[in-house]
Protein backbone atom coordinates (compact mmCIF):
# COMPACT_ATOMS: atom_id res chain seq x y z
CA UNK A 1 0.00 0.00 0.00
CA UNK A 2 2.51 2.30 0.70
CA UNK A 3 4.59 1.86 -2.58
CA UNK A 4 1.25 1.97 -4.18
CA UNK A 5 0.80 5.53 -2.72
CA UNK A 6 3.95 6.44 -3.29
CA UNK A 7 4.14 5.81 -7.20
CA UNK A 8 0.57 6.84 -7.23
CA UNK A 9 1.51 10.45 -8.58
CA UNK A 10 3.21 9.05 -11.51
CA UNK A 11 -0.16 8.01 -12.80
CA UNK A 12 -2.60 10.29 -11.85
CA UNK A 13 -3.24 14.15 -13.32
CA UNK A 14 -3.58 17.46 -11.37
CA UNK A 15 -6.74 16.80 -9.89
CA UNK A 16 -6.53 13.28 -9.14
CA UNK A 17 -2.89 14.42 -7.23
CA UNK A 18 -5.47 17.29 -5.38
CA UNK A 19 -7.57 14.71 -4.79
CA UNK A 20 -5.79 12.12 -3.01
CA UNK A 21 -4.18 14.87 -0.95
CA UNK A 22 -7.68 15.61 -0.17
CA UNK A 23 -8.06 12.43 1.51
CA UNK A 24 -4.50 11.89 2.90
CA UNK A 25 -5.44 14.86 5.43
CA UNK A 26 -8.99 13.88 5.81
CA UNK A 27 -7.19 10.52 7.19
CA UNK A 28 -5.07 12.21 9.40
CA UNK A 29 -8.26 14.32 10.94
CA UNK A 30 -9.96 11.02 11.01
CA UNK A 31 -7.24 9.17 13.04
CA UNK A 32 -7.29 11.94 15.75
CA UNK A 33 -11.01 11.30 15.79
CA UNK A 34 -10.57 7.44 15.80
CA UNK A 35 -8.19 8.08 18.43
CA UNK A 36 -10.94 9.90 20.74
CA UNK A 37 -13.53 7.61 19.92
CA UNK A 38 -12.07 4.28 19.54
CA UNK A 39 -9.60 4.49 22.56
CA UNK A 40 -10.37 7.26 24.56
CA UNK A 41 -13.98 6.18 24.71
CA UNK A 42 -15.33 10.14 23.87
CA UNK A 43 -17.42 11.57 21.35
CA UNK A 44 -16.10 14.78 20.78
CA UNK A 45 -17.91 17.38 18.67
CA UNK A 46 -14.93 20.06 18.94
CA UNK A 47 -12.11 18.18 17.39
CA UNK A 48 -12.50 20.79 14.69
CA UNK A 49 -11.61 23.63 17.22
CA UNK A 50 -7.88 21.88 17.58
CA UNK A 51 -7.63 21.46 13.84
CA UNK A 52 -8.84 25.22 13.09
CA UNK A 53 -5.95 26.12 16.40
CA UNK A 54 -2.92 24.89 14.65
CA UNK A 55 -4.27 25.70 11.53
CA UNK A 56 -4.92 29.75 12.46
CA UNK A 57 -1.85 30.07 14.63
CA UNK A 58 0.27 28.86 12.19
CA UNK A 59 -0.50 31.09 9.39
CA UNK A 60 -0.97 33.88 11.58
CA UNK A 61 2.49 33.43 12.59
CA UNK A 62 3.48 32.95 9.15
CA UNK A 63 1.33 35.98 7.47
CA UNK A 64 1.69 38.48 10.18
CA UNK A 65 5.47 37.89 11.61
CA UNK A 66 7.28 36.49 8.86
CA UNK A 67 7.95 33.05 10.96
CA UNK A 68 9.00 30.06 8.54
CA UNK A 69 6.62 27.41 8.61
CA UNK A 70 8.97 24.78 10.11
CA UNK A 71 9.49 27.23 12.97
CA UNK A 72 5.59 28.28 13.36
CA UNK A 73 4.50 25.05 13.01
CA UNK A 74 6.44 23.01 16.86
CA UNK A 75 4.88 26.67 18.14
CA UNK A 76 1.29 26.18 17.03
CA UNK A 77 1.16 22.34 17.55
CA UNK A 78 2.21 23.65 21.32
CA UNK A 79 -0.61 26.08 21.39
CA UNK A 80 -2.75 23.03 20.43
CA UNK A 81 -1.65 20.27 23.14
CA UNK A 82 -1.77 23.37 25.63
CA UNK A 83 -5.18 24.26 24.43
CA UNK A 84 -6.15 20.57 24.88
CA UNK A 85 -4.71 19.93 28.52
CA UNK A 86 -6.72 22.74 29.75
CA UNK A 87 -10.09 21.77 28.34
CA UNK A 88 -9.42 18.04 29.02
CA UNK A 89 -9.02 19.08 32.79
CA UNK A 90 -12.01 20.83 32.71
CA UNK A 91 -14.39 18.68 30.53
CA UNK A 92 -13.37 15.18 30.62
CA UNK A 93 -14.84 14.48 34.12
CA UNK A 94 -18.16 15.17 32.76
CA UNK A 95 -19.66 12.08 31.50
CA UNK A 96 -22.15 10.80 28.64
CA UNK A 97 -24.08 13.70 26.78
CA UNK A 98 -22.64 16.28 29.08
CA UNK A 99 -19.06 16.02 27.64
CA UNK A 100 -20.45 16.07 23.84
CA UNK A 101 -22.62 19.48 24.37
CA UNK A 102 -19.64 20.94 26.28
CA UNK A 103 -17.05 20.44 23.81
CA UNK A 104 -19.95 21.44 20.86
CA UNK A 105 -19.48 24.55 22.65
CA UNK A 106 -15.68 24.90 22.73
CA UNK A 107 -15.44 24.28 18.95
CA UNK A 108 -18.32 27.23 18.94
CA UNK A 109 -16.54 29.46 21.10
CA UNK A 110 -13.36 28.58 19.27
CA UNK A 111 -15.22 29.08 15.51
CA UNK A 112 -16.51 32.72 16.96
CA UNK A 113 -13.65 34.01 18.52
CA UNK A 114 -12.20 33.02 14.55
CA UNK A 115 -14.42 34.81 12.92
CA UNK A 116 -15.09 38.27 15.29
CA UNK A 117 -11.41 39.00 15.91
CA UNK A 118 -11.37 40.95 12.16
CA UNK A 119 -8.28 42.82 12.88
CA UNK A 120 -6.10 39.43 13.60
CA UNK A 121 -7.95 36.85 11.53
CA UNK A 122 -9.75 38.48 8.72
CA UNK A 123 -13.15 37.45 10.17
CA UNK A 124 -15.04 35.67 7.41
CA UNK A 125 -13.26 36.74 4.61
CA UNK A 126 -10.27 34.24 6.11
CA UNK A 127 -6.75 34.85 5.94
CA UNK A 128 -4.95 34.27 2.31
CA UNK A 129 -3.13 33.95 0.51
CA UNK A 130 -1.46 30.97 3.13
CA UNK A 131 1.71 29.52 1.13
CA UNK A 132 3.27 26.49 0.65
CA UNK A 133 5.91 25.40 2.99
CA UNK A 134 9.38 26.69 2.94
CA UNK A 135 12.16 24.18 1.28
CA UNK A 136 14.14 22.51 3.91
CA UNK A 137 17.14 20.23 3.08
CA UNK A 138 16.78 20.73 -0.17
CA UNK A 139 13.49 20.17 -0.37
CA UNK A 140 10.43 22.30 -1.85
CA UNK A 141 6.73 21.66 -1.54
CA UNK A 142 5.35 23.80 -4.04
CA UNK A 143 4.11 21.94 -6.34
CA UNK A 144 1.25 19.52 -5.79
CA UNK A 145 3.42 15.84 -6.48
CA UNK A 146 5.67 17.71 -4.02
CA UNK A 147 3.30 18.52 -1.20
CA UNK A 148 1.39 15.43 -1.81
CA UNK A 149 4.48 13.37 -0.52
CA UNK A 150 4.94 15.82 2.50
CA UNK A 151 1.52 15.10 3.50
CA UNK A 152 1.82 11.23 3.04
CA UNK A 153 4.88 11.39 5.23
CA UNK A 154 2.79 13.04 8.09
CA UNK A 155 0.09 10.57 7.48
CA UNK A 156 2.46 7.94 8.09
CA UNK A 157 4.49 8.77 10.77
CA UNK A 158 1.34 9.41 12.53
CA UNK A 159 -0.01 6.68 12.06
CA UNK A 160 2.87 4.88 13.04
CA UNK A 161 3.29 7.01 16.27
CA UNK A 162 -0.58 5.98 17.36
CA UNK A 163 0.08 2.34 16.41
CA UNK A 164 3.00 1.95 18.89
CA UNK A 165 1.07 4.11 21.46
CA UNK A 166 -2.14 1.48 21.21
CA UNK A 167 0.26 -0.90 22.06
CA UNK A 168 2.33 0.57 24.67
CA UNK A 169 1.40 0.34 28.22
CA UNK A 170 -0.43 4.02 28.03
CA UNK A 171 -2.46 2.23 25.07
CA UNK A 172 -3.87 -0.39 27.14
CA UNK A 173 -4.48 1.85 30.15
CA UNK A 174 -6.76 3.93 27.39
CA UNK A 175 -8.60 1.00 26.38
CA UNK A 176 -8.93 -0.13 30.27
CA UNK A 177 -10.34 3.10 30.84
CA UNK A 178 -13.03 2.87 27.60
CA UNK A 179 -14.01 -0.26 28.68
CA UNK A 180 -14.91 0.41 32.69
CA UNK A 181 -13.83 3.28 34.23
CA UNK A 182 -14.59 2.60 37.36
CA UNK A 183 -12.81 -0.89 37.61
CA UNK A 184 -10.03 1.03 35.81
CA UNK A 185 -10.10 3.34 39.07
CA UNK A 186 -10.27 0.17 41.40
CA UNK A 187 -7.16 -1.41 40.31
CA UNK A 188 -5.27 1.62 40.42
CA UNK A 189 -5.14 3.23 36.82
CA UNK A 190 -5.22 7.17 37.00
CA UNK A 191 -8.38 7.43 34.81
CA UNK A 192 -7.96 11.23 34.24
CA UNK A 193 -4.85 12.03 33.78
CA UNK A 194 -4.86 8.98 30.73
CA UNK A 195 -8.23 10.64 29.36
CA UNK A 196 -6.20 13.55 29.26
CA UNK A 197 -3.19 12.16 27.49
CA UNK A 198 -5.71 10.95 25.09
CA UNK A 199 -7.48 13.89 24.11
CA UNK A 200 -3.87 15.96 23.95
CA UNK A 201 -2.53 13.63 21.56
CA UNK A 202 -5.50 13.33 19.53
CA UNK A 203 -5.34 17.18 19.20
CA UNK A 204 -1.57 16.95 18.36
CA UNK A 205 -2.65 14.89 15.59
CA UNK A 206 -5.57 16.99 14.39
CA UNK A 207 -2.86 20.19 14.90
CA UNK A 208 -0.95 18.03 12.61
CA UNK A 209 -3.49 17.80 9.97
CA UNK A 210 -4.60 21.84 10.99
CA UNK A 211 -0.85 22.83 9.92
CA UNK A 212 -1.23 21.46 6.41
CA UNK A 213 -4.41 22.56 6.05
CA UNK A 214 -3.94 26.00 5.21
CA UNK A 215 -1.25 25.54 2.59
CA UNK A 216 -3.65 23.11 0.84
CA UNK A 217 -6.21 24.99 0.65
CA UNK A 218 -4.37 28.48 0.41
CA UNK A 219 -7.21 29.87 2.59
CA UNK A 220 -8.42 29.59 6.13
CA UNK A 221 -11.94 30.91 7.14
CA UNK A 222 -14.22 30.06 10.07
CA UNK A 223 -16.77 28.46 8.08
CA UNK A 224 -14.27 25.32 7.36
CA UNK A 225 -14.20 24.52 11.16
CA UNK A 226 -18.08 24.10 12.10
CA UNK A 227 -19.83 21.34 13.57
CA UNK A 228 -19.89 19.64 10.42
CA UNK A 229 -16.14 19.16 10.07
CA UNK A 230 -15.59 17.53 13.61
CA UNK A 231 -19.11 15.04 12.39
CA UNK A 232 -17.54 14.22 9.18
CA UNK A 233 -14.80 12.89 11.47
CA UNK A 234 -16.91 10.75 13.50
CA UNK A 235 -18.68 9.69 10.44
CA UNK A 236 -15.14 8.41 8.66
CA UNK A 237 -14.39 6.63 12.07
CA UNK A 238 -17.95 5.26 11.80
CA UNK A 239 -17.91 4.03 8.74
CA UNK A 240 -14.47 2.70 8.74
CA UNK A 241 -14.08 0.78 11.91
CA UNK A 242 -14.72 2.35 15.68
CA UNK A 243 -11.26 1.02 17.82
CA UNK A 244 -8.88 0.72 14.91
CA UNK A 245 -6.13 2.48 13.17
CA UNK A 246 -7.01 1.55 9.19
CA UNK A 247 -10.64 2.34 10.17
CA UNK A 248 -10.70 6.01 9.93
CA UNK A 249 -8.47 5.54 6.71
CA UNK A 250 -10.78 3.78 4.95
CA UNK A 251 -13.73 5.52 6.24
CA UNK A 252 -11.60 8.65 4.97
CA UNK A 253 -11.52 7.66 1.44
CA UNK A 254 -15.14 6.46 1.24
CA UNK A 255 -16.09 9.78 2.70
CA UNK A 256 -13.76 11.75 -0.35
CA UNK A 257 -14.50 9.02 -2.98
CA UNK A 258 -17.82 7.87 -2.88
CA UNK A 259 -19.32 11.98 -2.98
CA UNK A 260 -16.91 12.36 -6.00
CA UNK A 261 -18.34 9.29 -7.71
CA UNK A 262 -22.03 10.33 -7.00
CA UNK A 263 -21.10 13.55 -8.91
CA UNK A 264 -22.99 12.95 -11.90
CA UNK A 265 -26.29 12.53 -9.29
CA UNK A 266 -26.02 16.61 -8.73
CA UNK A 267 -28.92 17.16 -6.38
CA UNK A 268 -29.30 14.08 -5.40
CA UNK A 269 -25.89 13.46 -4.42
CA UNK A 270 -26.63 14.61 -0.35
CA UNK A 271 -29.38 12.31 -0.58
CA UNK A 272 -27.23 9.19 -1.76
CA UNK A 273 -24.43 9.18 0.32
CA UNK A 274 -26.89 9.52 3.02
CA UNK A 275 -29.00 6.50 2.23
CA UNK A 276 -25.21 4.67 1.61
CA UNK A 277 -24.38 5.74 5.28
CA UNK A 278 -27.41 4.54 6.58
CA UNK A 279 -26.76 1.15 4.70
CA UNK A 280 -23.15 0.71 6.31
CA UNK A 281 -24.34 1.29 9.57
CA UNK A 282 -26.70 -0.97 9.69
CA UNK A 283 -25.22 -3.81 8.01
CA UNK A 284 -22.04 -3.52 8.79
CA UNK A 285 -21.73 -2.25 12.31
CA UNK A 286 -17.88 -3.04 13.14
CA UNK A 287 -17.24 -0.86 9.71
CA UNK A 288 -15.37 -1.48 6.41
CA UNK A 289 -12.93 -3.05 8.73
CA UNK A 290 -15.12 -5.83 9.98
CA UNK A 291 -16.56 -6.47 6.40
CA UNK A 292 -12.87 -6.99 5.14
CA UNK A 293 -12.69 -9.50 7.79
CA UNK A 294 -15.71 -11.54 7.97
CA UNK A 295 -14.74 -11.47 3.59
CA UNK A 296 -11.48 -13.19 4.55
CA UNK A 297 -13.04 -15.12 7.00
CA UNK A 298 -14.88 -16.79 4.28
CA UNK A 299 -12.39 -16.80 1.38
CA UNK A 300 -9.64 -18.31 3.69
CA UNK A 301 -10.41 -22.24 3.78
CA UNK A 302 -10.97 -23.86 7.47
CA UNK A 303 -7.97 -25.56 8.96
CA UNK A 304 -8.98 -29.00 10.52
CA UNK A 305 -9.27 -29.58 13.77
CA UNK A 306 -5.98 -31.68 15.71
CA UNK A 307 -8.69 -34.30 16.39
CA UNK A 308 -10.15 -34.78 12.75
CA UNK A 309 -6.08 -35.11 11.68
CA UNK A 310 -5.51 -37.59 14.01
CA UNK A 311 -8.54 -39.51 13.17
CA UNK A 312 -7.70 -39.40 9.39
CA UNK A 313 -4.07 -40.30 10.40
CA UNK A 314 -5.81 -43.72 12.21
CA UNK A 315 -7.92 -44.64 9.80
Known amino acids: MVLLLAAAPAALGDYQ???????????????SMGLVLGFVGQINLGQAAFVAIGAYVSALLRIKLGFDFWLAAPIALAAVVIVAALV????????????????????EIVRLVIANWQD????????????????????SFDTKTSFYYLVLVVLGASLLALWRLVLSRTGRMLIAVREDEILAEFVGIPVMRHKVIGLCIAAFVSGLGGLLLGPFLTVLAPSQFTISASVDMIVMVVVGGVGTLIGPLLGAVFLVYVPELLSFTTHYRPAMMGVLLILVTLFAPQGLVGLAQIARAKLTPCKPANGA????HAG
Do not use: C, D, H, S
Not at 89 to 104: A, E, N, S, Y
Not at 120 to 139: F, Y
Open 17 to 31: IYLLTLTLIWAILAL
Open 88 to 107: GLLTLRLRGPFFILVMLAFA
Open 120 to 139: MTNGPLGLRPVAPPEPILGL
Open 309 to 312: KEQR
